[in-house]
């Protein structure tokens, strides 16, 4: 089947509707895994399902005609970017929202929201992840794979064509930047409070 999706995958290159239209039901379980794997780390009630992820990752990814596909591994990698852009969108929305959004304002008293950290700290982490890759762009890809998508170490070595030695060190040494850095913030937040 890989070789298959990869037929696809050329065959979309000049924008075959046709081969992106061929090539949904081969990726969807695989998509769907990834799409699951994140949305495990999310809030209970989030309100995006892993279908939906799914098709709206789908969606951005088909609509990217200058998109020169390698292979399977490469459309899971750049599947992996999507739905990071999708989950960091959605929580930024959501933390809008929280501050009054579009909605008419009303004077709250304290407790009637109910506090959404999970949403902030995936702000701050793709904050963080923005500027790791301005300096390595490698690590911050390696970290979009592994967490992002819950790409294995060999998974995510194949999709980034490197050695799986190189995404252990680069995962490493990117979680431990980014840790930090979502600590420090941590620690402004509540130096602002």
């Known amino acids: 089947m890989s ?3 990869t037929h696809l995958l050329i065959a979309a290159r000049g924008g075959g509707r046709e081969a992106y239209d061929a090539l949904f039901p081969l990726v969807y379980d ?3 895994r990834l799409a699951g794997a994140r949305l495990r780390g999310e809030r209970e009630g989030h ?3 892993a279908g939906d992820l799914v098709h709206e990752a789908y969606l951005k990814l ?3 005609d200058e998109i020169e596909w390698n292979d399977r591994a490469h459309f899971f990698a750049l599947a992996a970017q999507a739905m990071r852009q999708i989950l960091v ?5 959501r933390a809008a929202q929280r501050r009054g959004g579009d909605r008419v304002r009303t004077t709250l008293h304290d407790g009637m929201l109910a506090p959404e950290p999970r949403a902030d700290r995936l702000i701050a982490l793709d904050r ?8 390595d762009e490698r690590r911050a890809r390696v970290v ?3 967490f992002f998508a819950g790409m294995s170490v060999e998974e995510t070595a194949e999709a980034l064509g490197t050695s799986p030695a190189t995404v252990k060190r680069d995962w490493t040494l990117a979680r431990a930047r980014l840790n930090r850095e979502l600590a ?8 602002a409070g």
């Open 3 to 5: 070789g298959e999706i």
């Open 30 to 32: 695989g998509l769907r």
């Open 47 to 49: 309100t995006l399902s």
């Open 62 to 64: 088909i609509r990217l």
């Open 89 to 93: 969108d959605h929580a930024r929305r």
């Open 128 to 135: 963080a992840l923005e500027r790791l890759e301005k300096e």
């Open 144 to 146: 979009v794979c592994r």
């Open 184 to 191: 420090e913030t941590a620690g402004e937040g509540e130096d």
